[in-house]
């Protein structure tokens, strides 16, 4: 699955893998599934979306200043990746890390983008423990702000909830100014 956004961007958003019902289907990132409803909803009240709303690929929704990639790249089996499918995929999150400009900020979604991020930058998860909300300085300098993953089972059961999601993009917003 292709990345989906400017080219030139400060906010680089990392999740999983394309979802079966979402991505997969549609082409582009977090589009057509739960996920995607609050995602997107969410960088358009931070000023990273033009629209609140993925529909489609062709449904003119323009990401400002931000990308959206995946730490796997193809739909993983059960709909969740495992580790040998985010290693041999890790060499796109390295491209597309190295090239951010400074002061970039990346947000992961959820601790397996987390891991992945680190694993591309060479860095030691023990040293950067994933927590929603949690801030990590990387080389760059760029920041890396942890969220748990916009799933519908997180948000369901309340693990996340719309304002826990907005209060770490706001941060994003912040961090890489107006």
Known sequence: MAPFGSRRHRLLVVGLAPGL???NRTGRPFT???AGILL???LHAAG???????LSRRDGLALVDCRITNAVKCLPPGNRP???EVRRCNRY??????????????????????????????????????AHGAEH???????????????RLNTNTGRLTPAMFRRVFARARHLIGT
């Open 137 to 151: 300085l990387l080389p760059g300098p760029h920041v890396l702000l942890d969220s748990y993953h916009c799933s």
């Open 21 to 23: 019902h979402g991505a």
């Open 82 to 84: 495992a580790p040998d």
């Open 48 to 54: 990273f979306a033009s629209r609140a709303e993925s």
């Open 93 to 130: 999150l390295e491209r597309e890390l190295g090239s951010l400009p400074r002061g970039a900020v990346v947000v992961a979604l959820g601790a397996i983008a987390h891991g992945a991020v680190l694993r591309a930058l060479g860095l030691r998860p023990s040293r950067h423990r994933f």
């Open 40 to 42: 997107y909803h969410t």
């Open 32 to 34: 057509g599934d739960h």
